[in-house]
């Protein structure tokens, strides 16, 4: 299968490897033609979003305003914080110049003189990596006001890698804006949205690392030629990361589409022990997470899972054996969205607090059956009445968790399951943790 964002070609990642494999044709190709053109080339080829939404990226860029007083900016979404979801950062290592050239497209496409790549703060080494292929490609004239002498076009663009500071909540498009203008990263209510008022109060255009990083070939190959591979609705492929109880982790570049059992057995190499899948979030935790005998014919693209009640998210795969204690999961997913929840909206601020000590409770044991129902209505309270998408990311691993395995959440609170001694989850790098190592 032909790999779109993370090609196999060796030292893909310096700048005369990627130039010798065509690399910044297409923007040399993009900038011979109307910025309109570009954008409806990209409509065509039925690009999705890969930061979890999947919304049509040629669509997002066509709500910029053609004309305005205001300078207009782009800003790429690095900031990959999701429980689940390590994907981004391959990009960062493997394919840098793809991204930049994919950048330079948008950018011109959109009309923005100016991009910002907000990286995650952990991410020391990818930052690192990033600006190293950032400032070969400054020096080379293929970014900056070089770029007009390059590829002999009028249009430049400059662009600039801003560090994130730790919080997950800045990986939502208006709280990276108020995080990018140096101010606390609060959601913005929406509208209005940032085509209108955006960065600094200007129009701006948010995309993900990924999505980005598949403008060049769509641009070099054909809006046609993208379209045609795997699902036609959500058509390319993605970058699955796969982890949790498989015997090989890792990120796999596959067209959506691809079967969530080849997924868990032909690429993550089956279940250690071979034992049962009891449960898999499919697109990283903040998705709705499926029972392990439903996911056979189930397929990995944005329309395909809401057939089974989830979503693609970010797709990163969390798979979970007969072995796991569901409840500790849920509790520690739990934990993390009250810990990153941002404060603003009383049903998430106290909702998600609410849900983890239930959560603990049952733990404790001293659940009641009444609990089940709690939690369920907590997360009901939650999903919708918020700002923004924290709110449902908190409420959907709980509420549908807990439906789809009432059975599970049932026994342990009237504390049938036996749980195995050896109980292990794994970490999202595939490592072996021990539950009793995870604080709830
Ligand atoms: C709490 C929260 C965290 C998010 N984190 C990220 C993230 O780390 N990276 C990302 O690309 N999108 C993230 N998003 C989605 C962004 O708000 C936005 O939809 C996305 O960057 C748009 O890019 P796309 O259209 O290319 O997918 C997050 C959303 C929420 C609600
Ligand atoms: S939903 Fe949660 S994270 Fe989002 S704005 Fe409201 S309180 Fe903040």
Known sequence: M?????????????????????????????????????????????????????????LKWSFMP??????????????????????????????????????????????????????????????????IALEDAYSQGYVGEK?????????????????????????????????????RGYPRIKPPFPAQNGLWGCPTTINNVETITNVPPIINKGWEWFSAIGEQKHPGTLLYGISGHVNKPGVYELPTGTLLTDLIYKYGGGVPGDKKVLCVIPGGSSMPPIRGDQIEGVKMDAESLKTVGSAIGTAGVMVMDEDTDLVKVLARIAKFYYHESCGQCTPCREGTGWMLKILNRIIAGNGSISDIDLLISVANNIEGNTICALGEAAAWPVKYMVTRFRDYFEKRVSKEVVLPVANKVHSMRGTAIPLADIKT
């Not at 993370?6 to 005369?16: A, G, R, T, W, Y």
């Not at 689940?84 to 793809?98: A, L, M, V, Y």
Request: aromatic content about 12%; charged content about 25%; overall charge positive.
């Open 2 to 58: 032909e790999k779109i964002v993370l090609p196999d070609i060796k030292n893909f990642h310096k700048i005369d490897v990627y130039i010798v494999n065509g690399g910044y044709s297409a923007a040399k190709k993009a900038f011979a033609q109307s910025p309109d053109d570009i954008i409806d080339q990209v409509k065509k080829s039925g690009l999705r979003g890969r930061g979890g939404a999947a919304f049509s990226a040629g």
């Open 66 to 131: 053609k004309t305005s007083a205001k300078p207009k900016y782009l800003c790429i979404n690095g900031d990959e914080s999701e429980p689940g979801s390590f994907k981004d950062r391959q990009i960062f290592e493997f394919n840098p110049h793809q991204l930049i050239e994919g950048i330079l497209i948008t950018a011109y496409a959109i009309g923005a003189k100016i991009a910002y790549v907000y990286i995650r703060g952990e991410y020391h080494k990818w930052i690192k990596l990033f600006n």
């Open 147 to 183: 770029m007009k002498q390059k590829f002999g076009t009028e249009f430049y663009c400059d662009i600039f890698i801003h560090k994130g500071a730790g919080a997950y909540i800045c990986g939502e498009e208006s709280a990276l804006m108020n995080s990018l203008e140096g101010k």
